[in-house]
């Protein structure tokens, strides 16, 4: 099946609008390009991994860190915001997982680095990315699909 997303011309109008304010919040793009790409890792979403390698390469990510990223709490090569960022990133996507996974320590150190626009910005990229992931791995699109 094509993807839905551009089946439903209204929810790619809507998709573009929904970027348009995750990119407004003033959190880093290669941040939110870390928070997209191990969101998908963690749903393995191949398209999304792949689309998001791209992405953060052209958003200036240094290849060694995308290697890394899912070690992130294992290697120094990221800062403490981006670290917030992934943490946050991960129990929001892992929900499942427990109950109350975003806990206030989780929270707490995100808002130590990012005002709420960006934590806006991050919550609304970490569920843009799930949406995508899920539309993406129920329709098994694959790798290095065309989405234009």
Request: one cysteine or more; hydrophobic letters at 40%; proline letters at 4%.
């Given at each position: 099946?094509?993807?839905?997303?551009?089946?439903?011309?209204?929810?790619?109008?809507?998709?573009?609008?929904?970027?348009?304010?995750?990119?407004?919040?003033?959190?880093?793009?290669?941040?939110?390009?870390?928070?997209?790409?191990?969101?998908?890792?963690?749903?393995?979403?191949?398209?999304?991994?792949?689309?998001?390698?791209?992405?953060?390469?052209?958003?200036?990510?240094?290849?060694?860190?995308?290697?890394?990223?899912?070690?992130?709490?294992?290697?120094?090569?990221?800062?403490?915001?981006?670290?917030?960022?992934?943490?946050?990133?991960?129990?929001?996507?892992?929900?499942?997982?427990?109950?109350?996974?975003?806990?206030?320590?989780?929270?707490?150190?995100?808002?130590?680095?990012?005002?709420?626009?960006?934590?806006?910005?991050?919550?609304?990229?970490?569920?843009?990315?799930?949406?995508?992931?899920?539309?993406?791995?129920?329709?098994?699109?694959?790798?290095?699909?065309d989405w234009s």
């Open positions: 099946m094509k993807n839905p997303a551009l089946l439903l011309p209204d929810a790619k109008k809507g998709i573009g609008s929904f970027f348009k304010a995750v990119h407004s919040g003033g959190v880093p793009q290669s941040t939110l390009e870390l928070v997209h790409l191990r969101a998908s890792q963690i749903n393995g979403c191949s398209a999304c991994v792949e689309s998001g390698t791209r992405a953060a390469r052209e958003a200036g990510e240094d290849v060694e860190r995308l290697l890394l990223l899912p070690t992130w709490r294992e290697t120094d090569k990221f800062t403490d915001a981006e670290r917030a960022a992934l943490e946050l990133t991960e129990a929001a996507t892992r929900l499942a997982d427990r109950p109350n996974s975003v806990t206030d320590e989780i929270w707490d150190a995100a808002a130590d680095h990012f005002d709420e626009q960006g934590l806006s910005a991050i919550i609304l990229m970490i569920s843009l990315t799930n949406m995508f992931n899920r539309i993406n791995t129920t329709i098994r699109e694959p790798a290095g699909a």
